[in-house]
């Protein structure tokens, strides 16, 4: 579904990505870890087609994600770390006007229907979204991915800034669209989340892939342990 090949991305003479390579099925979760300025916000970048690589290949099912970044991005969804919206719109508002601009069928079952399996329960439905907390927003936000059929979703920090009940509904959101086949990249420092949700875990360093660990087993301490051996190696 997802397929990165050897992506490298210059800045002036910093080599930010380095021969970056991964997969991605249908129905899976990565998480990429990294200290600040490993490379993780430029891979990102890269597969949304916002930077261009100096070399290497992304591919959503078959697709270039530079070249055809526009239909590449059809079939994705992008959360942000602070993921607004229209904060002036109710969340129904909001999914008719992310419909509208995505060119998606929707009705108001399905819209309802769409909030209520990310959790968002009718009494919010017709509520502004610049009163929600962030978990909220989140969860409006994966609905549209669910109304879309995002075959991949991309976030950026998702737990940042959520307290543990809210990063437990957002751990059973993602295995909930998992469970649908949507792929999940995310980009986070919380080795927590990653620990609960991912089937690959991606530690990057100065720009390279160092570690991809694939259905890790790993407790808590065990990969704090493997992501801190990284920046000492
Ligand atoms: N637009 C840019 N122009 C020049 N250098 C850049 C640009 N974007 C990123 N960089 C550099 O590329 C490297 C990787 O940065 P990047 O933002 O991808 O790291 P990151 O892993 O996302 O860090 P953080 O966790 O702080 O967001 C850093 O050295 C950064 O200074």
Redesign the pocket.
Known sequence: MLEVSNLN?F??H?H??KDLSFSLDAGEVLCLL????????????MLLGF?EPDSGLATLDGLDMHRQSEQCRRQMMYIPENVQLYPAFTALENMTYLAELAKVDVTAESMAAALERTGVESVHHAKKLGSFSKGMRQKVAIAFALLKHAKLVVMDEPTSGLDPVATREFIDVINTIKERGTAVLI?T?DLFCARELADHIGI?SQ?QLKQLLHKPTLSLAELNDQYFRQFAA
């Not at 990294?34 to 970048?45: C, E, H, M, S």
């Open positions: 991305k800045f002036d910093n930010a990505v990294g200290a600040n300025g490993a490379g993780k916000t430029t891979t990102v970048n930077t980009v420092h990057m720009g």
